[in-house]
């Protein structure tokens, strides 16, 4: 069986948004860790403003201080960002984002990108919108394949998407698209609610990133009542070798992000013994 290690523990940047990446990188360099999660969003990475130029600053940044970028995450969850939106403009501006997003990651030097499906209106079926979903996914897949980035499927809360909820619904899309270049991102808080697990996950689909978050609301480990040493047993027992995000997505840690992070991460460093 092989052992979870902290190399593979890889931080997100989004609960630091009121400091400089800077200070985030140098925060993980004050805690040993070796690889990060990058979010692109305002006001570290901002997607539709970023140029070549500043993309490479980025990346000298962290490769100065010796960090791997475990996954470029753009951030897709919030306004104006739906590529299943039933608005073609919203839909288009949707697309061309994570296409451009492709070039960032790229630019960076990950293969591995973290997309969402989007979500329809919930007074309609859904049935639509999943189709335009797999659509865009299918456009953004090409490029990727292009690029040679993996690309990894996030199941979203369920008020957060009426698409994909739960791990029968990413499988359905998965088969559907059927592209070795898509994979599931697994993030322990929506598999909670949704009642799933990580074996069912790790049975069931291909499983390319984790996102390791305590919940309810994505809090800092040691805050939330998820079962952590369960989840590193289970991903032992299936001998993950990918990296596991830590996604603090909560702003109660807004002003103090160092204090969450490193709560965390000694909750993490206990459970791996």
């Given amino acids: ?39 692109g969003g305002s006001p570290h990475v901002p997607i539709e403003d970023a140029t070549f130029a500043s993309v490479c600053r980025i990346r000298d940044e962290i490769v100065r201080r010796d960090l791997n970028i475990a996954c470029f995450t753009p951030e897709t969850c919030k306004y104006p960002i739906n590529i ?33 499906p989007g979500t329809g209106y919930f007074n309609k079926k859904p049935d639509e919108a999943w189709k335009r979903s797999r659509e865009s996914l299918q456009i953004i897949i090409e490029k990727a394949d292009v690029l ?13 998407s009426n698409l994909i ?28 609610e949704a009642g799933d697990s990580l074996v069912d996950y790790f049975t069931e689909l291909k ?17 939330g009542t998820l079962p952590l040493h369960q989840y590193i047993n289970e991903l032992e027992q299936f001998e993950y070798q990918g990296y596991l995000g830590l996604e603090i997505y909560n702003s109660t840690y807004y002003l103090d992000p160092d204090q969450a992070l490193e709560q965390a ?9």
């Fill in 1 to 39: 069986m092989r052992k979870i290690q902290m190399s593979q523990i890889s931080p997100m940047n989004i609960h630091y948004a009121l400091y400089p990446l800077e200070y985030f990188l140098d925060s993980l360099v004050k805690y040993d860790i070796q690889a990060v999660e990058l979010w």
């Fill in 148 to 160: 040679g980035i993996d690309l990894t499927l996030e199941p979203l809360l369920k008020r957060e």
């Fill in 265 to 273: 991460l000694n909750h993490i460093r206990a459970a791996i013994g």
């Fill in 165 to 192: 909820f739960n791990k029968d619904l990413a499988k359905k899309m998965l088969d559907e698209i059927h592209s070795p270049r898509l994979g599931c991102n697994v993030d322990t808080v929506p598999m909670a």
């Fill in 207 to 223: 499983v390319n990133h984790i996102h390791l978050c305590d919940g309810p609301n994505h809090v800092a480990w040691g805050d």
């Fill in 84 to 116: 299943a939106a039933e608005e073609p403009s919203l839909r288009d501006r949707s697309i061309k984002y994570l296409l451009k997003s492709l070039d960032i990651a790229s630019e960076l030097g990950t293969n591995l990108m973290q997309i969402v």
